[in-house]
């Protein structure tokens, strides 16, 4: 009768322990896990920041950032950033034109005025789309889309920062779409009523009340569809020509900072400064996708805030 | 409220529906803007109706209040008024609806129209993540009035009727969701007074405030009745006895058949005094 009670408070005390150690491995397992992305995203800075050093002491970060030409294996040796930060920034600039009006278009449609399995349907094409390796849609763009601009603009190739921008700013839709859906889902059902019971039609209820409500978030998905298309490598590699010259419009070649590096990597001395100044190509590329994606991601909480009342 | 008591009489003996609607276009005829005649309306969500026979007239300048058990139809019957039920995919609206003698479900209609003349507020308050001055603009904007001086005068008036005025006419640039929960739902309110509506719905206005907004939202509606028709779909009986002036008590008694409208008069005679049995056992709260 004595011994039962200490026997079941001393297996119920082994159970607790037991439990509180269970807990403790797997907290340090999701934090380590957590961690990791956060340690990784800092070693991924450290290690080009230690590679680019070569390149960044001799020639100069400034040097590099605002020269105007690259010509990596003549003599001197040029290493001028600007031809490719300004391809990269035409090509960019193209897809932002062809991704903006048709995502948020495409999104507005999906959210609003479509429904049940259409609208299923739609958001898994969407999700299929992001799904597709560059590579194939750089296929598509050197079967389809430089013949076409080719022909329709005139030219004496159809390799362009217009070809490769049409074929980033496809890419980049699936992003901008299924970010801008969300925003435009969460806005509550109370305010598209509330307009409607003014007197507004459903196209005014989505301008007027609906879009604006979302801004943020549409916002968000479309700097991330930007990152996305600083970002890309494969398409543009295949598309724009890499001519890294200074372009003077988007009908002409040019070389991406991300084409530049996966161009040249493989063919400059290890160690060397060719290999230096693409880290520090690198460095740059890192820092704007960074900036960009850390201004969505503070535009996207501040949305979720705003509706969590 | 002479007019109202011509209506009730009318209201209390439910007539079928074609006595409604004769009765209904002599009276629209000398009466003010801002009446509804309902004759057998139902609603029916895809196959099922929910709601069948409802005649009704709703007097203007008056508050009608329908009460009734939570699924009674109170809130799907006010959504017809305006056509918000139109919103919601496979509704179905039978019977006839005029308001001042024309049919709003008439297929040359635009509800679109109908709802500048119909307002709404809502269960919860709604504004629109603008400023104060913007959401009570909105309709008046909609409806095509630019000019600054006009649209002020609008905003100040509609914050009057609203009662809010006093309160926010130094903050009119304020984000609306700054406002307490009280003051949003009657920042709505003006917002759907700017339009300068007949009739002003509301679907349990207060129910999400708490019992001092309750009480200023009840004072706004008191105010408003020379203005506006209110017709008023609410849970709380003490507050349909103390607002409205006729009473329209609705009952879905199974789920086999659809809701119905019990009775309707006037207040006073409705809590005090009603005719059906129903009435009486759910007033004194032996249901519901």
Request: aromatic letters at 6%; one cysteine or more.
């Amino acid at each position: 009768m004595a011994v039962t009670p200490t026997h079941k408070a001393g297996r119920r005390l082994g159970r607790a322990t037991r439990r509180r150690a269970v807990e403790a491995v797997v907290r340090t397992l999701i934090y380590a896990a957590g961690l990791l992305s956060i340690v990784i995203l800092a070693a991924i800075a450290i290690f080009l920041v230690v590679e680019a050093r070569q390149s960044i002491g001799e020639i100069g970060l400034d040097k590099m950032l605002s020269g105007t030409q690259w010509f990596p294996t003549g003599t001197p040796k040029l290493f001028g950033f600007l031809p490719l930060i300004v391809g990269t920034l035409a090509v960019t600039g193209v897809a932002v034109v062809v991704f903006v009006p048709i995502g948020i278009g495409a999104s507005v449609f999906i959210s609003e005025f479509s429904a049940g399995w259409f609208k299923e349907g739609m958001k898994s094409v969407i999700e299929f789309m992001a799904a597709v390796p560059s590579v194939v849609y750089g296929f598509l763009g050197v079967a389809v889309v430089i013949p076409w601009v080719k022909a329709t603009f005139s030219l004496t190739s159809g390799m362009t920062a217009l070809t490769g921008g049409l074929v980033l700013g496809i890419m980049s839709l699936p992003t901008v779409i299924s970010i801008s859906e969300d925003a435009l889902h969460a806005v509550p059902d109370a305010l598209r009523q509330g307009s409607l019971a003014l007197g507004n039609t459903r196209w005014q209820t989505v301008y007027k009340v609906v879009v604006p409500s979302a801004s943020s978030g549409i916002f968000a998905g479309v700097m991330l569809g930007l990152g996305r298309a600083i970002g890309e490598t494969m398409a543009v590699l295949m598309l724009t020509g890499n001519a890294a010259v200074m372009p003077t419009s988007v009908f002409e070649s040019v070389r991406t900072m991300t084409g530049t590096i996966a161009a040249e990597m493989g063919e400059v001395v290890y160690g060397g400064q060719h290999y230096s100044v693409l880290f520090s190509v690198g460095l740059v590329l890192f820092a704007i996708t960074f900036l960009i994606n850390l201004a969505a991601d503070l535009v996207l909480e501040r949305q979720r805030k705003r509706w969590r009342r | 409220m002479v007019m109202s008591a011509a209506f009730e009489e009318i209201a209390m003996d439910t007539p079928a529906g074609a006595e409604v609607q004769s009765r209904a276009r002599t009276i629209g005829a000398d009466a003010v803007s801002g009446s509804f005649a309902l004759s057998d309306v139902s609603v029916a969500y895809g196959n099922e109706t929910v709601l069948a026979g409802v005649n009704m007239l709703v007097p203007s300048r008056s508050v009608t209040a329908l009460i009734g058990p939570s699924g009674c139809g109170k809130s799907t019957l006010l959504r017809c008024l305006n056509r918000m039920n139109d919103e919601i995919g496979r509704v179905r609206v039978g019977g006839t609806i005029t308001l001042d003698g024309q049919d709003i479900y008439e297929k040359t209609l635009d509800p679109v129209d109908l709802r500048m003349r119909v307002g709404q507020v809502f269960q919860r308050p709604n504004p629109f993540p603008m400023s104060l001055y913007d959401n009570v603009a909105f309709g008046p904007r909609t409806q095509g009035i630019r000019k600054r001086g006009e649209l002020d005068a609008i905003v100040e008036e509609a914050l009057t009727d609203a009662a809010l005025w006093g309160e926010v006419k130094k903050h009119l640039k304020k984000h609306a969701f700054e406002l307490s929960g009280g003051q949003q739902q009657r920042l709505c309110i003006a917002r759907a007074l700017a339009t300068k509506p007949e009739v002003l719905l509301m679907d349990e206005p207060a129910s999400a405030l708490d019992p001092i907004s309750t009480q200023q939202i009840e004072d706004t509606i008191a105010e408003l009745k020379d203005m506006v028709t209110i017709v008023i779909v609410t849970h709380n009986m003490q507050q349909a006895a103390r607002i409205s002036d006729q009473t329209a008590f609705m009952l879905r008694e199974s789920m086999d058949e659809p809701a119905h409208l019990v009775e309707m008069g006037e207040t006073k005679r409705m809590f005090t005094n009603p005719d059906d049995k129903r009435t009486e056992s759910y007033i004194t709260g032996r249901f519901g």
